[in-house]
């Protein structure tokens, strides 16, 4: 399989990365490069395989669901480039 | 006082023991040699007057006998960790000028033991890379030159500031992590001793995360016995994350000397690639006599699957690394570039911020994710992945206690000379590695031997899950066969 232009601006858009027009050619080769590179699996018999969910066999470990932390409001904004009163601020949203 | 520097971690903690020198000096050495090797760049962030408050508290400490495992060692620290107060950026320009207000539980740990602070090690942005050629701060130098060359050589990747520092003797260990290979292909090509430990072993809590399911922390060291030393301090089980192991924590470094007689080591036949250089097939059969002259037994195993390790892999790392990169928005840290909507202010902020190597790795992974594809490509490396990591129960069921590879398959490279046209050439570094993060084993890679041109290479040692001691057992006998090598001081 390889990608066509239209899929490269797709899949930035998806991605949430601008890309300028000029610069689609050339990651579109890129990505085609890596597509060739990992069509061989497709050679690979996964007849009744399962899909690895975890690499080694532990279970999930649960805890209690209680809060063990908070109250630092001040250091869940200290690296924002853009804050009020602890709020983090974004372009107006709904008009 | 340059010679304090030139010491394993090991002779430096007993030369601390006995105060023959004070951390004070110890740590001030190696300041003085990080100064003078900044055209290394290994360095992005120093931090002297840290390490020297860090000095004299373990020297205070030492002073009433309550010292810790690590009491005094300076140490670098890659720029992946977060570290309370110092700025941490995986590299990256869009975390900016990110300061944690946290400590990561793996540096915690190093700081709970007594070790010191020198500064931040530079890598491959988000560790995506194998020459740290991708980093926002710039190319690494390797320590090592070809003889009669004055060509700067890549130290591997992604934790090549952590191998170009400790091979330059300018910190006496560093924390790396390793996704692919970022621990032990960097370690081959500076002649340092490199361990990604099992999946599980450390805690990832507090590491810029690349690809969850593969990324593990390890030591590079300038001996084995320095990296079971390291190792020991780093691992163990942390309650904030959830794939952390809750078993103890070996004494690795009893393991270090112990004999190997009678351990199974396995050759996979599949390592034996076309093209091959034959130095370093040389290497191969070489490390193999000396582990079966000290009384190991080699036996040729198969490892099927090898050659679709790296293909599975350049599906789920990217994969992976496309949801945890989401998280960089310009909203709540790093870097904003403005936009007229939320939208553009994402696609401007994550435009600018992610260099070349990352934006291709995020938009492959959101492909292969993307509805029409995923089956095809992520479901179908899953499987391939299951099949990976079989081919290795199957070889240890039948007895192997571990197996030996070459670490990589050519030994250091100029800086622009790979993967300037297609990318795959320069993933093909991890060739050897890679199975190992597939399958969540534990890897080390020691300094073995040195090609035509004087530079270094390295062999790797695979193990059972949680068996790092037999890998360290077995890498001593390669270090003690190979002897120690160190560059030529040229910066």
């Known amino acids: ?95 | 006082m340059t010679d304090l520097t030139s010491m394993t971690l090991a002779e430096a903690r007993k030369g601390l023991a006995d105060k023959t020198f004070t951390s004070l000096e110890l740590t001030d050495a190696h300041l003085k040699a990080m100064e003078e090797a900044r055209a290394l760049n290994a360095f992005v962030m120093e931090t002297p007057d840290q390490a020297r408050a860090m000095a004299r508290e373990a020297d205070a400490k030492i002073g009433k006998g309550e010292g810790g495992p690590l009491a005094g060692i300076p140490l670098g620290i890659k720029d992946l960790f977060a570290t309370k107060d110092v700025r941490t950026t995986a590299c990256s320009k869009i975390l900016g000028n990110f300061v944690p207000t946290y400590e990561s539980t793996v540096t915690s740990q190093l700081w709970r033991d007594g070790a010191v602070m020198l500064g931040k090690l530079n890598n491959d942005e988000f560790a995506m890379g194998s020459s740290n050629e991708t980093s926002c701060f710039g190319p690494v130098g390797n320590p090592w030159r070809r003889e009669g060359s004055n060509t700067t050589l890549v130290p591997g990747g992604s934790s090549g500031g952590s191998a170009s520092a400790v091979a330059a003797l300018l910190c006496m260990g560093a924390t790396a992590t390793d996704t692919g290979g970022s621990i032990r292909q960097p370690a081959a090509f500076t002649a340092t001793v490199g361990i990604k430990p099992t999946y599980g072993r450390c805690s990832r809590w507090g590491i810029v995360a690349f690809a969850s399911s593969l990324d593990q922390a390890g030591p590079i060291a300038r001996s084995t016995r320095d990296a079971a030393i390291l190792l020991r301090s780093m691992a163990g089980h942390d309650p904030k994350d959830t794939t952390s192991v809750d078993i103890p924590v070996p004494d690795y470094e009893a393991a270090i000397g112990k004999s190997v007689k009678g351990m199974k080591i396995g050759i996979p036949k599949e390592y034996r690639l076309d093209g091959m250089p034959a130095e370093i097939e040389k290497l191969w059969g070489q490390g193999a006599e000396w582990l079966k002259a000290a009384g190991a037994e080699l036996v040729e195993v198969s490892l099927p699957h090898t050659k679709y390790a790296l293909p599975a892999y350049y599906i789920v790392a990217p994969a992976e690394a496309s949801s945890n990169l989401a998280r960089y928005d310009g909203v709540r840290y790093g870097l904003r570039v403005p936009g007229k909507s939320i939208g553009e202010l994402y696609e401007n902020t994550r435009a600018e911020g992610f260099g070349a190597e990352v934006r291709r790795r995020v938009m492959i992974g959101t492909y292969v994710l993307s509805a029409g594809y995923y089956d095809a490509y992520y479901i179908r490396a899953q499987k391939v992945r299951t099949l990976i990591k079989k081919d290795f129960e199957d070889c240890f069921a039948q007895g192997v206690n571990a197996i030996l590879t070459p670490a990589t398959p050519s030994a250091a490279f100029g800086i622009g000379e790979k993967g300037g046209a297609d990318p795959v050439e320069m993933y093909l570094n991890d060739i050897f590695t890679v199975t190992v993060n597939m399958a969540g084993l534990p890897g080390i890679a020691v300094p073995a031997g040195k090609d035509a041109q004087g530079l270094p290479l390295g062999l790797q040692l695979i193990g059972r899950p949680f068996d790092e001691e037999t890998l360290f057992s077995l890498g001593e006998v390669i270090e003690q066969a190979a002897g120690r090598f160190t560059p030529v001081r040229w910066w």
């Open chain 1, 1 to 95: 399989m390889s990608v066509d232009a239209a899929t490269v601006r797709r899949i930035a858009q998806l991605a949430r990365i601008a890309v300028t027009d000029a610069e689609v050619p050339h990651l579109q080769g890129e990505l085609n490069a890596m597509l060739a590179f990992v069509e061989q699996l497709s050679e690979v018999n996964v007849e009744g395989v399962e899909p690895m969910t975890s690499v080694t066999p532990m279970a999930m470990k649960k805890r209690q669901d209680v809060v063990t932390d908070g109250d630092i409001a001040d250091d869940i904004v200290k690296n924002a480039p853009m804050t009020e009163n602890n709020f983090f601020l974004v372009p107006k949203v709904v008009e």
